[in-house]
């Protein structure tokens, strides 16, 4: 007996035969079919959710019917599920803590040295018979330098590990750690404008809310380096977009790596694409084996706990009690 229909994205097929086996299945991907998406999202009693959005408008017209709303990754921003209606609606949400740190911290890294050492516009080079121009891929070390770390949860922590095995010196800006924290992995807790100012790598790696909400804008990004790097694998929105393709633009910092940006996809014409010193990855911080096993499996667990009239083990919108467990 199905205990209910269930809209998910294109997961593994472990993860969508065990799930088959319980429940009936909707298999959209939310970017290639929006509209379906948008027309399966209140026609469930559950979604799993890894880039699809929940709004308001699709939680009311689901008339009750939707029971849970569970993330693959951590990320419960509005810009993949609007918290508040969900409280109000009784709708549980919970999310995968942790899931996706190692791969997001790893990319982090993948940017950085890519970045530093101009791999891609070198791969470039080669292959349209420029092996002479290899003069012009100088790049620098990472060893030495100093790596800012603006927030220190699970994928900050890992950045900070990471950067002591690349020999670096790290500052962390999160006034929601103790700085004992910091400073018992060899770290500086310092604040943003100190760390935008002292950092020749600046990563992001803090929730998108309103407090955050464009935390970097223009006068942060005045403070950086000329030679400095700024990475986002967190979410678009925590840095002004405008003011970020002004500086680059301006060759006022080096260069970014976006894995980001506020409204996913970015048009053609953005701005921030038409600049060479970008290097940009589609969202893929979470897209590993390895981390899309630990999201789609946990949350395929949390479904079915819910179904069940279980209690989910993550939640971040308590559905039973109508209240939010994190900061909107």
């Known amino acids: ?12 097929p472990d993860v969508l035969k065990w799930l088959r086996e319980r429940v009936e299945l909707v298999v959209v991907n939310p970017w290639v ?27 009311e017209r689901s008339a009750g019917r939707l029971r849970i709303i569970a993330r693959t990754g951590v990320g419960v921003d509005p810009s993949r599920v609007d918290l508040e209606a969900a409280k109000e609606f009784k709708i549980w949400v919970t999310n ?29 080079a080669v292959r349209e018979n420029r092996w002479s121009d ?10 030495g330098k100093t790596i800012g770390i603006v927030g220190m949860g699970n994928i900050g922590m890992r950045v900070a590990v ?27 807790w310092v604040g943003l404008d100190e760390l935008l100012a002292e950092a020749d790598f600046v990563t992001i790696h ?5 407090e955050t909400r464009g935390m970097i804008g223009a006068r942060g990004l005045a403070l950086m380096k000329p030679a400095a790097y700024l990475i986002n694998a967190a979410r678009g929105g925590i840095v002004d977009e405008d003011a970020l393709c002004a500086v680059l633009r301006e060759r006022k910092i080096a260069s970014a790596g976006l894995d980001v940006i506020a409204n996913e996809p970015p048009s053609r014409n953005h701005p921030l ?6 290097l940009w990855t589609p969202h893929i911080g979470a897209m590993t084996l390895e ?13 079915i706990r819910v179904l069940e009239k279980k209690r989910p083990k993550n939640p971040v919108v308590d559905a039973d009690q109508a209240r939010l467990l994190l900061p909107a």
């Not at 027309?39 to 408008?57: F, H, M, P, Q, Y």
């Open 1 to 12: 007996m199905s205990l209910g229909r269930v809209l998910v994205e294109e997961f593994q």
């Open 33 to 59: 079919e929006p509209q379906r998406w948008e027309l399966e999202a209140v026609r469930v009693d559950a979604v799993i959710s890894r880039k699809g959005k929940i709004t308001r408008d699709q939680m």
């Open 96 to 124: 995968q803590p942790g899931s996706n740190s190692v791969s997001v911290a790893e990319l982090v890294f993948a940017q950085l040295i890519a970045l530093a050492r101009h791999t891609h516009e070198a791969n470039r």
């Open 134 to 143: 290899y003069l012009k891929f100088i790049g620098t070390e990472l060893a």
């Open 162 to 188: 990471r950067a002591r095995a690349f020999e670096m010196d790290f500052l962390v800006h999160d006034p929601y750690i103790p700085e004992s924290h910091v400073t018992s992995l060899g770290g500086k």
């Open 206 to 210: 803090c929730p998108l809310n309103r």
């Open 273 to 278: 694409i038409q600049l060479d010193n970008v």
């Open 291 to 303: 981390a899309s096993k630990r999201g789609e499996w946990g949350a395929a667990e949390e479904v």
